[in-house]
């Protein structure tokens, strides 16, 4: 570990998932709609279902692909078919919630550092959670702006240039993620120095997120937001 947690200037975060709550936003919608119907669904069985259907050759960008995975999913949760159901659960994007501890500790972390915000997300959904976060981002990345998605090493490029043109370099950058698959991993290869927020500690498996090939160990290791502004507090006291 080559930089204490002070020394770095930036430090860029994934959004869904290590910020927002998608895992709760998603069991909450469907199990509205099962309700509807007069049925329940198995929370943890509707997340195993999502992520194979969410990460299939015909996916399309993130939440907009929300239509197509429900009805994928539905008969096999005994949910209604139709593409309304499928709209409503893209929809629900809008009204996800930050982790109770995300806007206080994303405000801390704030006046220290610059936030870069690099979601999967479209724009537009973006828009919808930085509301959410309290508006913390000094600059965010999305889907839409860079033509791509993470783990692809070209996302990931558009920050560092981005980072470039402010006088500084990846070096100081922290990146801030819960994905494995999605963040951890990449980074390290990128040469960057990664914060591994385990949100799902106290649960098993990898939920909604897929599971990456191999296990990489992070740099700065904690289970929530407010673990990491706890411990810059503690290093600049």
Request: net charge negative; aromatic share 12%.
């Amino acid at each position: 570990m080559n930089k204490s947690l002070p020394e770095f200037k930036y430090m860029t975060f994934d959004v869904v998932g290590t910020l927002i709550d998608f895992e709760g936003g998603l069991k909450d919608c469907l199990a509205g709609i099962a309700a509807e119907t007069g049925s329940e669904i198995d929370s943890e069985r509707a997340l195993s279902l999502y992520r194979e259907a969410r990460y299939s050759d015909d996916a399309d960008l993130f939440p907009d692909d929300l239509v197509r995975v429900y009805l994928a999913i539905a008969p096999k949760l005994g949910l209604p078919n139709g593409r309304k159901y499928g709209e409503r659960l893209r929809d629900s994007a809008k009204s996800w919630k930050g982790f109770a501890d995300s806007a206080a500790a994303l405000a801390e972390l704030a006046k220290d550092y610059r936030l870069v915000a690099m979601t999967n997300a479209r724009r537009w959904a973006f828009e919808f959670f930085e509301k959410e976060l309290g508006s913390p981002f000094h600059a965010a990345f999305t889907a839409d702006d860079t033509g791509t998605e993470k783990p692809d090493p070209a996302f990931f490029e558009k920050v560092f240039y981005y980072v470039a043109s402010e006088g500084h370099s990846k070096d100081d950058i922290l990146h801030v993620a819960q994905s494995q698959y999605h963040d951890i991993g990449i980074s390290r290869k990128l040469g960057l120095t990664n914060c591994w927020i385990e949100r799902r500690h106290a649960q098993k498996g990898y939920g909604g997120t897929i599971e990456p090939a191999e296990f990489t160990a992070p740099d700065y290791h904690f289970t929530s937001m407010a673990g990491l502004a706890e411990a810059v507090a503690a290093a600049r006291a």
